[in-house]
């Protein structure tokens, strides 16, 4: 299974990104799906997952009420809309899959991405 994450960039406070992420070599809708991300020096944090059916969400405490995350199965993308970015958004974000249940744990997941960086200036 390859994971391309996408869409990551340099962005003002206030402003807004969103992150794509195709997979491609077994089925997509098979899969929950989540997002984590990495700042320099921290440990990998959990983000946002969607379920297989793409009908329930759970978002970390941090990102609550400024991030979405969604999914098409028809075109094997999940993606993470993230509104009103703060500096400390900053981070390498990391798309996954997972064919387990406890989304918020990057333990559950079998399946990474590269990343891509996402820098908010103050």
């Known amino acids: 299974v390859q994971l391309q994450a996408s869409g990551g960039g340099l962005v003002q406070a206030g402003g807004s990104l969103r992150l794509s992420c195709t997979a491609s070599?077994?089925?997509?809708?098979?899969?929950?799906k989540g997002w984590f991300r990495q700042a320099p020096g921290k440990e990998r944090e959990f983000v946002a997952a969607i379920s297989r059916s793409g009908g329930s969400t759970l978002y970390a405490d941090s990102v609550k009420g400024r991030f979405t995350i969604s999914g098409d199965n028809a075109k094997n993308t999940v993606y993470l809309q993230m509104n009103s970015l703060k500096p400390e958004d900053t981070a390498r974000y990391f798309c996954?899959?997972?064919?387990?249940?406890?989304?918020?744990?990057?333990?559950?997941?079998?399946?990474w991405g590269q990343g891509t960086l996402v820098t908010v200036s103050s």
């Open positions: 996954a899959q997972s064919p387990g249940r406890t989304l918020s744990f990057k333990g559950s997941y079998d399946a």
């Open positions: 070599g077994r089925t997509f809708s098979t899969y929950a």
